[in-house]
C-alpha cells in the first residue's frame, strides 16, 4: 500500500464501504440482467457525484477536489472489487483531457458538469478492436468524421474526446454523432460510435493525446487491481468452506501453494499499479513507462488470478449463477482494454530501447 | 512397422472405404463443423444428417472397433485409422457420439451381461438412445465416493432417491448411467452402477446455466425411482470398479479431445487469424512479436500433444485399454484445448469478447462462447488437480499426505 494521506485513507475507506453496502456484486447481478440501455444505474452514479468522486481529478477552480491519479485509483479499485458498473474510469481521464488542454471555454463549460456527475464524459480513440492501429479521424475546419471501436461508456456520453490523427477533440451532444452498442461479454457499455462532421472544439496535440491515454490506462489497472483482490479473496473464502475427501480444500498443499503464489504476484501487481499513479500525479518523465509497466503486469496477475478463480471453484465456478465468470468476463476486457500485456511489454521494451 | 502381407488387406480396406463414403456421405456436410452444438444441445437434423447418420449407424462405423454382432463396425485399429483417414480427407466427420459412445459402451461391453449388451449397445451404435451420466452429487464432485444416492432393496427391483448435479444433457437424456450407494456402512465398496430410465416417474431435471450464456448440464432429483434389478451392471458394490473404468474411457475420450486443438479457427490455422487480426511486419511474419512467439509456443506444444497420443496409442498394442497414462493426456489435452481458446480471443482483441448483437462475426461470437466453455474441460471428467493426484499415487507410487 503507498503511503496514505489521512485524506487518502478517508477516501479509500468511505469508497470501500460504500461499494459493499450500495453496489456489491448482486447489483452488477441485477443490472445484468435487466441490461439497461446506459450500461449503469443511474441511481448509483448520482450517489457517486454526490460523493464527489468524478471531480477528484478536476481542478479546484472549476468545482473538483484536485486530489489526483492515486486517490482516484483507490476508489476505482474498490469498484472493481464489486463490479460496479460505473462511468467513472471514463470520466476520469475524459476530464484531464479537458483540464489539460488548451480550451479554457471547454473547461469552464464542462468541468463542473463532470465533477458533480452531471455529465457523463469518455475518451474515444481506438478505431478497431485491438489498441495501438492507426487512428484515421480527421478535422476538416471545426468538423470532426470518423468511426471509433468500443467506446467505453459510449452508448451514454455526453461529452466525447476524440482522438484525431492531430490530437484531441471535444465533441458534445448529439448532432453528426451515431452511436451502435456492441454487446460484449462483461455485459458492459461499449460502443461503436461514429463522428460525422461533427462539431469538434480542439484540445490539444498528439502529445496530449498519449498522456490522456495513459491516464486511462493506469485508471484501468487499479479497477483491474480491485477485480483481482476480490477473485482472490472469494477463492481463499472458498477453499476454507468447501469440504472434499473429509476436509476443507484449503488443507491441501497443492492448492495453498497456488494461493500462496497468487498472492505474491497481487502483491507485485499493488506496487506497479499505485506506483504508475504515483508517477501521473507527480509529474514524472518516465510516466510512460510506469504505465506500461503497470499494464502488463496487471494483465498477466488478473489474468492468473481470474482463471484460478474459475478452476478453484470446480463445477460451481462454471455456472452463470456463481460470480466467478462476471469477474472473469469483465478481467478478459481489461485485459484488451488500451493494449493488452503483450502490447505494453513491446511498448516498455521500446521505451527502454531494447 | 507394418509387413507388406498385413498393408495389402489394408489397400483393399482403403478402397472399400472410399467407395462407401463416396456413395453415403452427403457432400454437403463436408468440413462442417458441428460447431457448439455438442456444448449447446442438440438440433434438429436436417435431412442429409438423419441421413448420414443412419447410413453410419447401419455400416457400424459410428463405433468402427466394436464389435459386429452388437452393432459395431468390428474393424481392427489399423482399418480404423484408414477410415478415419479416410473421412478426414473428404471432411466427413462421425456422426454418432455422446456418453454412450466415449463412455458407457466400452464400459458396458467389458461388465455388461449379455442380455444388457443386447439391449444397449445396438442403439448406441446407431444413435437412437442418448446417455447421461449421474457421478457428481452437491456434496460429492472430486470426491466421488462421497456420494449419498441412495439405492435401497425392495426385491425385485431398487427404489431411488437423492440428487445429482452437474448432468450433462441430462434435459435431452433417454437414460442415465448413474452410481449410486446400496450400503451406507462402507464408502467405496458401498456403491453400485446402476442404470436408470429419464422418463421413470420420480426423476426430474431442472437445466443449470453456465458462464458461456448456455444450459447444457442439469440438476437432477430422484424421488422413489423404481428401478429393475436387471439394471444393475456388475455386482453390488462393485460400482466403484465399474464407475472408475468408466472414467478412464472418459479421460481418453476427452484427451482425444484434443484433436480439436487442431482445429481451425474460422476455417483458418490460428497463426493466419493472428495475421489477419493483427497484421504482418515487413517479411510477412505476425507483426506482435510476443504474440507470435506464444503461438509458436502452443504450436509446439500442441504437437508435442498429438505425437505422444500417437505413441501411446501404438504402445498401447497390447489391448489392455485406458490406463493413469489418460490422466496426463487428460491434463495436456486441456492445456492445449484452454491455451488456444486464449490466443484467440487475445488475437481478435474487442471483437472476441462479443456476447450478441451487431458488429461481431458468428467466428468471432463462437469464440468467446468456446472461450468460456473450455474452462470446464480442466474441471469436468476428473480436475486437473485430481489427475495429478493419480499420476502421482498410481505412476509414481507417492503417498496421500494425510
Ligand atoms: C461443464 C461440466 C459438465 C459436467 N458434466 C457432468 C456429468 O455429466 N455428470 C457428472 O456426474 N458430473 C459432471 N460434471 C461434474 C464434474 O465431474 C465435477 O465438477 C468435478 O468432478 C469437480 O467436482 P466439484 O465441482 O464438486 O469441485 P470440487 O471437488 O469442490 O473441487 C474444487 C477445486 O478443488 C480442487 N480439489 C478437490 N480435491 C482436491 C485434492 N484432493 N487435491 C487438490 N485439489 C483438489 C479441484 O480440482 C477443484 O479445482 C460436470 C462439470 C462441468 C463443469
Known amino acids: ?354 | 512397422m507394418a509387413t507388406a502381407a498385413e498393408l495389402e488387406p489394408l489397400a483393399t480396406f482403403r478402397e472399400q472405404a472410399r467407395e462407401w463414403l463416396m456413395a453415403n456421405f452427403p457432400k454437403s456436410l463436408a468440413h462442417q463443423d458441428a460447431g457448439l452444438s455438442a456444448l449447446e444441445g442438440p438440433h434438429d437434423p436436417t435431412p442429409d444428417e438423419a441421413a448420414w447418420t443412419s447410413a453410419m449407424g447401419e455400416k457400424g462405423w459410428g463405433v468402427p472397433t466394436w464389435p459386429r454382432t452388437y452393432g459395431g463396425g468390428g474393424l481392427s485399429r489399423a482399418e480404423t485409422r484408414v477410415l478415419q483417414d479416410e473421412m478426414a480427407r473428404i471432411g466427413a466427420s462421425n456422426p454418432i457420439g455422446g456418453m454412450g459412445v466415449m463412455m458407457f459402451g466400452p464400459t458396458l461391453l467389458e461388465y455388461g451381461t449379455e442380455e444388457q449388451k443386447q439391449e444397449h449397445i445396438p442403439a448406441i451404435a446407431r444413435n437412437q438412445v442418448r446417455w447421461c451420466q449421474g457421478y457428481s452429487e452437491p456434496g460429492a464432485g472430486s470426491d466421488l465416493a462421497a456420494l449419498q444416492m441412495f439405492a435401497e432393496d425392495k426385491g425385485d427391483h431398487y427404489l431411488v432417491n437423492g440428487q445429482k448435479t452437474w448432468t450433462s444433457g441430462g434435459q435431452w437424456a433417454d437414460k442415465c448411467f448413474a452410481l449410486v450407494r446400496t450400503d451406507k456402512t462402507k464408502k467405496h465398496e458401498g456403491i453400485s452402477f446402476l442404470l436408470i430410465d429419464m422418463d421413470s416417474p420420480g426423476v426430474e431435471v431442472k437445466p443449470i446455466r453456465l458462464i458461456s450464456g448456455a444450459s447444457p448440464f442439469c440438476e437432477t432429483f430422484f424421488s422413489d425411482v423404481k428401478v429393475p434389478k436387471a439394471n444393475l451392471v456388475g455386482r453390488e458394490g462393485e460400482g466403484w470398479t465399474i464407475g472408475k473404468r468408466l472414467l478412464q474411457h472418459e479421460r481418453s475420450s476427452l484427451s482425444g479431445g484434443g484433436g480439436s486443438a487442431g482445429r481451425l479457427l474460422a476455417g483458418k490455422p490460428l497463426s493466419q487469424v493472428a495475421k489477419d487480426y493483427r497484421g504482418t511486419d515487413s517479411e510477412g511474419r505476425v507483426s506482435d512479436a510476443d504474440l507470435r512467439m506464444r503461438l509458436v509456443r502452443h504450436e509446439m506444444d500442441t504437437r508435442a500433444f498429438m505425437l505422444t497420443l500417437r505413441r501411446a496409442a501404438l504402445e498401447a498394442k497390447s489391448n489392455s485399454g485406458p490406463s493413469a497414462a489418460t490422466s496426463i493426456m487428460k491434463n495436456v489435452g486441456a492445456r492445449v484445448t484452454q491455451d488456444r481458446a486464449e490466443l484467440g480471443i487475445e488475437i481478435m482483441g474487442m471483437n472476441g469478447l462479443g456476447w450478441d448483437g451487431e458488429g461481431f462475426t458468428e467466428a468471432e461470437l463462437a469464440q468467446t462462447r468456446t472461450w468460456l466453455w473450455g474452462k470446464a474441460v480442466s474441471i469436468y471428467g476428473g480436475s486437473s488437480e485430481i489427475q495429478n493426484n493419480i499420476v502421482a499415487k498410481r505412476i509414481l507410487g507417492m503417498l496421500d499426505h494425510q
Open chain 1, 1 to 354: 500500500m503507498a503511503v496514505l494521506t489521512e485524506e487518502q485513507t478517508m477516501l479509500r475507506d468511505m469508497a470501500r464501504e460504500w461499494a459493499d453496502n450500495e453496489s456489491p456484486v448482486t447489483a452488477f447481478r441485477k443490472l445484468r440482467n435487466a441490461a439497461p440501455a446506459e450500461g449503469y444505474d443511474p441511481a448509483a452514479w448520482s450517489e457517486i457525484g454526490q460523493m464527489g468522486w468524478g471531480g477528484i481529478v478536476i481542478p479546484e477552480e472549476h468545482g473538483g477536489s484536485a486530489l489526483g491519479y492515486l486517490s482516484l485509483g483507490m476508489v476505482v479499485e474498490q469498484l472493481g472489487r464489486n463490479l460496479a458498473a460505473s462511468p467513472l474510469a471514463s470520466t476520469g481521464p475524459a476530464a484531464t483531457a479537458i483540464a489539460l488542454g488548451e480550451n479554457d471555454a471547454a473547461k469552464s463549460e464542462w468541468l463542473a458538469r463532470i465533477a458533480s456527475g452531471d455529465v457523463v464524459a469518455t475518451l474515444a480513440v481506438d478505431e478497431g478492436p485491438i489498441h495501438g492501429g492507426p487512428v484515421t479521424t480527421a478535422v476538416v475546419g471545426d468538423r470532426i468524421t470518423g468511426t471509433k471501436a468500443f467506446v467505453a461508456e459510449g452508448d451514454s456520453a455526453t461529452v466525447f474526446i476524440v482522438a484525431a490523427t492531430d490530437g484531441l477533440y471535444l465533441v458534445a451532444g448529439d448532432e453528426g454523432v451515431t452511436r451502435s452498442p456492441r454487446r460484449m461479454a462483461d455485459a458492459r457499455s461499449h460502443a461503436e460510435v461514429r463522428f460525422d462532421d461533427a462539431p469538434a472544439v480542439p484540445l490539444g496535440g498528439p502529445d496530449l493525446t498519449a498522456k490522456v491515454v495513459d491516464r486511462a490506462t493506469a485508471l484501468i489497472t487499479a479497477e483491474m487491481l480491485g477485480l483481482a483482490e476480490q477473485a482472490f479473496a472469494t477463492t481463499n473464502d472458498y477453499l476454507k468452506t468447501r469440504v472434499q475427501f473429509g476436509q476443507p480444500l484449503s488443507t491441501f498443499q497443492a492448492l495453498q501453494h497456488r494461493m500462496a503464489r497468487m498472492l505474491t504476484e497481487l502483491e507485485l501487481m499493488r506496487s506497479v499499479v499505485e506506483g504508475a499513479l504515483e508517477a501521473i500525479d507527480s509529474g514524472r518523465s518516465d510516466t510512460d513507462q510506469a504505465v506500461s509497466l503497470a499494464k502488463a503486469v496487471a494483465g498477466d496477475t488478473l489474468k492468473l488470478v481470474s482463471r484460478e478463480m474459475i478452476q478453484l471453484h470446480g463445477g460451481i465456478g462454471m455456472t452463470d449463477e456463481h460470480d466467478a465468470g462476471f469477474y472473469m468476463k469483465r478481467a478478459a476486457v481489461l485485459e484488451a482494454m488500451w493494449g493488452n500485456a503483450a502490447f505494453h511489454r513491446e511498448r516498455f521494451a521500446r521505451l527502454n530501447g531494447y
